[in-house]
């Protein structure tokens, strides 16, 4: 059991109660949250993901359900699945049965306190309870959702709550889920376990260079701390500047020296000890390095795809690789769009929850069509990263349906290659791509000769130049522009949040974090309204929690939103049209 069940790191326990409160309100209150990881139910799971795939001929759709039982219950669940031989004959057939609102699982709780949040895999709809033509069925008078194969289900947390209607309920799970995650990465990483584990070839070809990297340190090391650690590596020479570099859990240091250095000095720091007996990497790091501008970024070819300081031209050393077309990851990928009745298990869940925060700002919406958006390349790169994100973490990834609103003349080009992480470089009108489509930040790499002038602060990218998404339509909606009259357009995508972090509090200044372009530590910029945890390397995204009436203009938001930094952290999956009134 040690092995199965973690605590639940800050964010997530923000986002589930906030999902909580959606659909049970006040009436119930809720104690605690754990996580369930277990490796055998999340292959099998996933094995018959695939198989749904090959049967349907899409990815199937996704839902989140309630299942209520007793306390005796819950760790043979997390520890075997749901096991097909202790169902019982009921009204709408065979199979376990999952609430779309935890006050109806609360009556299958025998009087205990807790209930399961299980991930559910939607292949094919019954044609009756009892029919052998589907593998669930969607009651919508009881709304329940009856899951017929056992694969189908996969727990995902294990919630305590406070049952008032329980005279003396059963606590069995106190002391089995006090097991914590460490949080760190589990796979080993090159140059994260020790200083100069990693060591890299000095490949510089320029005479001489006023800037220096040098890498990998003692990973354990703050940021003042490798500033400290560089400045004695490098005592004997003129330091300008020394600015700490983070790759995810390895340590690195950009300098920049009073006066030029030669070719050759450089080659001989890498004969130098640190802390007497490790060898670091020194190489060039000059703007516009010789070295680089003739090759393919490396980034692009390694397990990412995808390099952050393509499009970075002003708050971060821009990458001075090249960055071909022929390299993008989605190049030959194509979308298809497919319709999804407004009643069917997924659109009425879809539609329920779009109407929920109603009416908008200016005018109420009536839902009129879902498509669901196909695109196998990106789906790809979306497990891809998401199962990076699962090996990562000893607790796995958090994985949640968000909204997002956009510009929806390019919504095309969203389908086809994923949301786009923002530039910090405005988009100029004479721009063939970027211009002339009503954008604040260009669609280019900081190649393009056309958009150049910096994205400056204008009430906007409040916590950092990350994609946005919101859990309420209400909010995503602020953000939808160019639409066809009244006929407005949102998409839904599933966001593979990694291990989020958590800001709950006011920014010190709107502007302070607007240049953030990976998520990093951003305690020094908030003035925090609860113990805010350390942003570590292992974190892959920021989970802003709204503050209601609390929250101050251009400071804080009234709703909660995520910003993530990789699109491929991010899979567009519906397409939502609208009518505004």
Not at 53 to 81: M, T, W
């Amino acid at each position: 059991i040690d092995h199965l069940l973690y605590q639940t790191a800050p964010a997530q326990v923000a986002q589930i109660q906030q999902k909580w409160k959606e659909r049970c309100g006040s009436s119930y209150e809720l104690k605690a949250v754990w996580q369930v990881k277990n490796p055998y139910l999340a292959a099998r799971h996933e094995a018959r993901k695939q198989a749904l795939i090959k049967q349907l001929g899409k990815r199937p759709d996704i839902i989140e359900g309630f299942h209520g039982s007793a306390a005796v219950n819950i760790l043979p669940i997390c520890q075997y699945g749901f096991d097909p031989t202790k169902r019982r004959v009921m009204v709408f057939g065979t199979g376990d049965y999952f609430a779309k609102d935890p006050s109806i699982s609360v009556w299958y709780c025998k009087g205990d306190c807790y209930m399961m949040i299980c991930q559910l895999l939607l292949g094919k709809e019954k044609s009756a309870p009892e029919a052998k033509d589907g593998d669930y069925i969607w009651v919508d008078s009881m709304q329940y959702y009856v899951m017929h194969q056992a694969d189908q289900v996969l727990p995902l947390y294990v919630l305590k709550f406070a049952n008032k209607f329980a005279g003396n309920p059963l606590d069995l799970l106190v002391n089995p889920l006090h097991s914590a995650a460490d949080g760190k990465l589990r796979s080993a990483m090159t140059g994260a376990t020790a200083p100069g584990a990693y060591h890299r070839r000095c490949t510089m070809v320029a005479s001489e260079t006023k800037h220096l990297w040098v890498g990998y340190l003692d990973p354990e090391l703050e940021d003042d701390e490798i500033e400290d650690d560089v400045e004695e590596f490098l005592h004997d020479l003129p330091i300008e500047s020394v600015k700490a570099e983070h790759e995810s859990l390895r340590r690195a240091a950009r300098v920049t020296l009073r006066r030029a250095v030669t070719k050759g000095f450089v080659q001989e720091l890498a004969s130098r000890l640190y802390l007497g007996k490790y060898h670091l990497c020194v190489d060039d790091c000059q703007p516009n390095n010789p070295a680089h501008t003739s090759q393919v970024c490396p980034r692009l070819k390694g397990a990412g795809k995808f390099c952050r300081w393509a499009n970075i031209s002003h708050v971060g050393p821009p990458c001075d690789y090249q960055h071909p077309a022929a390299m993008v990851p989605t190049k030959n990928a194509k979308f298809g769009l497919e319709s999804i009745s407004l009643e069917s298990a997924k659109g009425e869940e879809i539609v329920s929850h779009f109407m929920q925060s109603a009416p908008f700002h200016n005018g109420m919406p009536t839902v009129v069509e879902i498509k669901k958006i196909t695109n196998p390349i990106l789906s790809a790169l979306y497990e891809e990263r998401k199962k990076y994100q699962d090996e990562k973490h000893a607790t796995g990834c958090s994985e949640v349906e968000l909204y997002h609103g956009t510009n929806c003349n390019i919504l095309p080009i969203l389908y086809t290659h994923g949301l786009k992480v923002p530039s910090d470089t405005q988009a100029s009108d004479s721009c063939p791509t970027s211009g002339g489509k009503g954008l604040a930040t260009t669609l280019c790499n900081n190649s393009c000769s056309h958009c150049t002038k910096r994205h400056e602060w204008s009430r906007c990218h409040m916590y950092g130049l990350g994609i946005y998404l919101g859990d309420m339509a209400q909010k995503s909606h602020r953000y939808v522009s160019a639409p066809n009259g009244k006929i407005h357009k949102m998409i839904k995508c599933r966001a593979a949040l990694g291990n989020p972090y958590l800001i709950e509090g006011h920014l010190k200044d709107g502007t302070s974090m607007h240049d953030v372009i990976f998520c990093e530590d951003c305690r020094s910029k908030i003035d925090a309204i609860t113990e805010q945890q350390w942003c570590r390397e292992d974190n892959d995204s920021y989970y802003v929690r709204g503050l209601g009436s609390d929250a101050i203009t251009g400071q804080s938001v009234v709703n909660s939103e995520y910003i993530v930094f990789t699109p491929w952290q991010v899979l567009p999956v519906y397409e939502i049209t609208y009518v505004l009134e």
